[in-house]
Structures are given as C-alpha cells and as structure tokens.
C-alpha cells in the first residue's frame, strides 16, 4: 500500500503562485508514474499534470500549459506541482496520484482518474481575484 501526502497549499491573489508537493511511502516510488488532478466545488476530478516514472516525459491539461511544472525527485519520493501566474478558475482541491507501470510494460503518462491506484488526500488552493 503506498501513501501520499500533499502539502503546500493555501491561498493566493491572482497572478501569485504555489508549490505542492507530495510525498510517496510504502512502494518504490520510481514505478509509478505520478500525476496531480483537481475537483473544484460541483465539478469532476480533472488532470492537471503528468509525469513518467522516470520524469522523462511530462503532460499538462491545456488549461495550465505555460503556468504550471510537474517535477519529481525519486530519491526523495516526492513530485512537485509548481503553479505560476494562479487564476481564480484554479481554485480546487488538489490531489496527487500514483499509477504502477511494471518496468516492461510500455505505457504513457495517463490522464484518466481511473487508471490510478493510489491517492493522496488533497490540499486546498484558493486564488482569489
């Protein structure tokens, strides 16, 4: 069973930024690959962000390309959301997500909530106007 904890949220103005991060127990961390998702209030879970096991590739929803970098360091298990120029339409619950890829399996970074196994608890980010 692995176990994520994010942290770092809070809130902003517009234009301010954040960065989360989430830290990973329990499992090996570098056969995930990781992603960061988000559920404001009366809305889905949506991707936000990305990343392979080994951090060699990255995803990012449209919505935040440009504003927003997904990192990882696997000797710290832990993976970063840097989150720049915060609009009030980022305001959500943030959530990490861990996804196994076994080493021989071929996959890409998925952005479908489904396709993960583990989830943190959220951390709360509210950009105010």
């Known amino acids: 069973q692995a176990q994520l904890v994010e942290s770092g949220g809070g809130s902003v103005q517009t234009g301010g930024s954040l960065r989360l991060s989430c830290a990973a127990s329990?499992?090996?961390?570098?056969?995930?690959?990781m992603g960061w998702f988000r559920q404001a209030p009366g809305k889905e879970r949506e991707f936000v962000a990305g990343?392979?096991?080994?951090?060699?590739?990255?995803y990012y929803a449209d919505s935040v390309k440009g504003r927003f970098t997904i990192s990882r360091d696997n000797a710290k298990n832990t993976v970063y959301l840097q989150m720049n120029s915060l609009k009030p339409e980022d305001t959500a619950v943030y959530y990490c997500?861990?996804?196994?890829?076994?080493?021989?399996?071929?996959?890409?970074?998925?952005?479908?909530?489904?396709?993960?196994?583990?989830w943190g608890q959220g951390t709360q980010v509210t950009v105010s106007s």
């Open positions: 990343i392979s096991w080994r951090g060699s590739s990255t």
């Open positions: 997500a861990a996804d196994y890829v076994p080493r021989q399996v071929i996959r890409v970074v998925s952005t479908t909530p489904e396709e993960y196994d583990y």
């Open positions: 329990g499992r090996t961390f570098s056969n995930y690959h």
